[in-house]
Structures are given as structure tokens and as C-alpha cells.
């Protein structure tokens, strides 16, 4: 996820947008149509959340701008005033979400968005992930929880110590076979009653 972004570089070959090599490419010219959330993002704990949020628009006008529904979306309005220090794991989560969806990037990269939130705001994050695809954002996440990754993607790559296992469609790949080889897991996967994706039960 870190190559995609441009973090890290390639150890080999070279990551590509719409045909043009990322390292070629101008760093705001890449933030307007990239964004990132890492896993471990730090800002001073005296900050404002709402200046926290302004930094995502750095790549189109600066630092200006008003709150608007993403804020709403993120479930961070209330939180406007409000200094970053003062907030719990869940609360910081959910202003990094609102500073990348700031960026209006037709790409959105998420190193577990869901880290530190309670099931009520995992699920909140990922609906709103899966409204931001549906009109037309290229969403990539990394998820360590199965049944949501399983249940939120619409394509689906396991890896394993670096190499890609299997990808396509969540109903499509997801096997026992595939859960104990990536996991070392034993288990039988069975339908989820509510969406029918793949729901993964542990073996005794």
C-alpha cells in the first residue's frame, strides 16, 4: 500500500497511474488524485481537529475551507473544536478518515481504517467507503478482519508473506482451503445470513 502511495519505493518493476510512472509525477499533482490513510499517523496533540481536517485540502487551495458533509459523514462535526490530544484512539481514527476524504481523490488508500473504533463506527467507515465506490472512487483497503473485509470488498487479494495468494470476487475465492493456507486456520466457510458473503467459521 505504501509503494501505491509513493512512500516506499519499488524493490522492483514500477507502480503506474493511468499509464504514468508514480515517481515521475509531481508530489501536490499526486495528492490531488491519491490520498492515504496510514496505519500510524501522529499530529500535535494541541491541534484543532478542524485544522487537522483543512490539511486535506492542501493540494487544491490550501489550507481554507468549510466543513461539508464528508466532515458529517466521518462522524467528526462534533469534534470540530475540539483539541486532537483530547480524543480516544476511536474518535483520532475517525478525523484522519475525514482529512483524507478532504482530499477529493478519485483514489482513497486505507492502512486499517477501522483500527481503535468499536463495531457501531467499523461498520459507519466501511458503509461509507462502499457509498464513496458506488459513485465512482477507487477505494483500496487494507483489512485484517475477515468477515468485513469479505463482506465490504468487491475484490479481494490475500496475500502471504509478501505474495498474492488468490484474488477476485469475495464469493469467488474465499475456500477452506484458501482461509488454512493464508492463515493456518482450519474451518468451514458458510454463507453470511445477511449478504451472503463468505463467512468463515473456525474448526474446534
Known sequence: ??????????????????????????????????????????????????????????????????????????????????????????????VWIAMALAQSTDILLLDEPTTYLDLNHQLEVLRLAQRLQRQGRTIVAVLHDLHLAFRYATHLVCMRQGRIIAQGAPGAVVTPELIESVFDVPCVVIPDPETGAPLVVPRR
Do not use: F, I
Open 1 to 94: 500500500l505504501r509503494c501505491l502511495a509513493r512512500v516506499l519505493g519499488a524493490r522492483s518493476g514500477v507502480v503506474e497511474l493511468d499509464g504514468v510512472e508514480l515517481g515521475t509525477m509531481n508530489q501536490k499533482a499526486l495528492a490531488r488524485r491519491l490520498g492515504l490513510l496510514a496505519q500510524s499517523s501522529v499530529a500535535p496533540g494541541d491541534m484543532l481537529v478542524e485544522d487537522l481536517v483543512a490539511r486535506g485540502r492542501y493540494p487544491h487551495h490550501g489550507l481554507v475551507r468549510q466543513w461539508s458533509a464528508v466532515d458529517d459523514d466521518a462522524g467528526v462535526s462534533a469534534l470540530a473544536g475540539r483539541r486532537v490530544g483530547e480524543l480516544s484512539g476511536g474518535q483520532r481514527q475517525r
